[in-house]
């Protein structure tokens, strides 16, 4: 099938707890060193798996809960679109946090989509059963009546936990519901590339030179160029520009198209870090380091025939 593409949410536990947690998640999705989280309150990174429908690519949007007002009024926002509602637990009033969450958020929750209480191992059976029924009070009384509980101990259990997540999603959520991105208007996104060191242009351009190969990204258009020249001033030069198919397979990508402006921004770290060379994709022909390669036999055909 097409690859499917949908989306949870992470809400972390404003405890000391969170960052760790968050760090764990990145270990098996993110595919550069930078996040968004503390920016812009999101950080979306993408867990890549298969189930019995096919290649899927699971959009993880970590976010917390902060005691600014900001916070509050874009948290909601956040929550539209996805098929379910992680929130990841660490301490014995957890309970009252899920509960912050739901009255903030209750207006973009979609009741049918399942909430999902995540906690680290509890080897007290009786204290989790007494944690499990504070949060069935909870649901009840907002009317939300669908819900699990899960524990985790380590990467390996939340990667098993998230494809556990998708094969539900894909076997028995219709494909025909749609998947709404959520992504700011051009200016914020521009000002977001600002304020972590590129330089945008009129042509709402970031250009990032890594070694002979300059990336050219376009925070409008959502795509990204990687071209070679002899010379950057020359008047008479050769030149090969390549437009990128961008995918996130090893460690959680996914297209660009469809899925808004924040995608766009995690390029921009992973160019700026390096990674962008290690992307891979779910065919050969998706491989960054497979793409650059024909970009430099263009390259070098064309200097070629010039120089002639």
Same mark, same amino acid.
């Given at each position: 099938?097409?690859?499917?593409?949908?989306?949870?949410?992470?809400?972390?536990?404003?405890?000391?707890?969170?960052?760790?947690?968050?760090?764990?998640?990145?270990?098996?999705?993110?595919?550069?060193?930078?996040?968004?989280?503390?920016?812009?309150?999101?950080?979306?990174?993408?867990?890549?798996?298969?189930?019995?429908?096919?290649?899927?690519?699971?959009?993880?949007?970590?976010?917390?809960?902060?005691?600014?007002?900001?916070?509050?009024?874009?948290?909601?926002?956040?929550?539209?679109?996805?098929?379910?509602?992680?929130?990841?637990?660490?301490?014995?009033?957890?309970?009252?946090?899920?509960?912050?969450?739901?009255?903030?958020?209750?207006?973009?929750?979609?009741?049918?989509?399942?909430?999902?209480?995540?906690?680290?191992?509890?080897?007290?059976? /009786?204290?989790? @059963?007494? !944690?499990?029924? %504070?949060?069935? =009070?909870?649901?009840? &009384?907002?009317?939300?009546? *669908?819900?699990?509980?899960?524990?985790?101990?380590?990467?390996?259990?939340?990667?098993?936990?998230?494809?556990?997540?998708?094969?539900?999603?894909?076997?028995?959520?219709?494909?025909?519901?749609?998947?709404?991105?959520?992504?700011?208007?051009?200016?914020?996104?521009?000002?977001?590339?600002?304020?972590?060191?590129?330089?945008?242009?009129?042509?709402?351009?970031?250009?990032?030179?890594?070694?002979?190969?300059?990336?050219?990204?376009?925070?409008?258009?959502?795509?990204?160029?990687?071209?070679?020249?002899?010379?950057?001033?020359?008047?008479?030069?050769?030149?090969?520009?390549?437009?990128?198919?961008?995918?996130?397979?090893?460690?959680?990508?996914?297209?660009?198209?469809?899925?808004?402006?924040?995608?766009?921004?995690?390029?921009?770290?992973?160019? /700026?870090?390096? @990674?962008? !060379?290690?992307? %891979?994709?779910? =065919?050969?022909?998706? &491989?960054?380091?497979?793409? *650059?390669?024909?970009?430099?036999?263009?390259?070098?055909?064309?200097?070629?025939?010039?120089?002639?």
């Amino acid at each position: 099938m097409v690859r499917f593409l949908t989306k949870v949410m992470v809400t972390l536990e404003p405890t000391i707890m969170k960052d760790h947690y968050h760090e764990t998640l990145r270990e098996i999705t993110a595919h550069h060193k930078g996040n968004l989280l503390q920016l812009i309150g999101v950080d979306p990174i993408v867990f890549r798996t298969n189930s019995t429908r096919g290649e899927v690519d699971l959009q993880v949007w970590v976010t917390t809960i902060t005691g600014t007002p900001l916070n509050r009024v874009i948290l909601p926002f956040y929550f539209v679109g996805a098929r379910k509602y992680i929130f990841m637990c660490s301490s014995r009033n957890a309970h009252n946090f899920v509960k912050d969450a739901l009255e903030i958020t209750q207006e973009k929750l979609n009741a049918a989509h399942e909430m999902v209480i995540l906690t680290p191992k509890i080897d007290d059976a /009786k204290a989790y @059963s007494r !944690m499990k029924t %504070k949060f069935r =009070k909870i649901f009840r &009384d907002k009317n939300l009546d *669908i819900y699990s509980f899960h524990q985790w101990a380590n990467q390996k259990d939340l990667a098993i936990l998230l494809t556990n997540l998708v094969e539900d999603i894909v076997v028995n959520m219709p494909r025909t519901t749609p998947y709404i991105p959520v992504g700011f208007d051009l200016n914020t996104v521009e000002d977001i590339a600002k304020k972590q060191g590129f330089e945008v242009n009129e042509k709402h351009e970031v250009l990032f030179k890594r070694h002979d190969i300059v990336f050219r990204v376009n925070l409008q258009n959502n795509d990204i160029h990687a071209e070679i020249t002899d010379c950057d001033d020359c008047k008479e030069k050769c030149k090969a520009v390549k437009k990128l198919c961008i995918e996130v397979a090893n460690k959680g990508y996914a297209t660009l198209a469809g899925l808004g402006d924040l995608r766009i921004l995690s390029i921009l770290f992973a160019i /700026k870090d390096g @990674s962008i !060379m290690n992307i %891979k994709g779910t =065919k050969p022909q998706e &491989d960054i380091s497979q793409q *650059i390669k024909i970009l430099r036999k263009t390259f070098a055909k064309n200097c070629k025939k010039k120089r002639k």
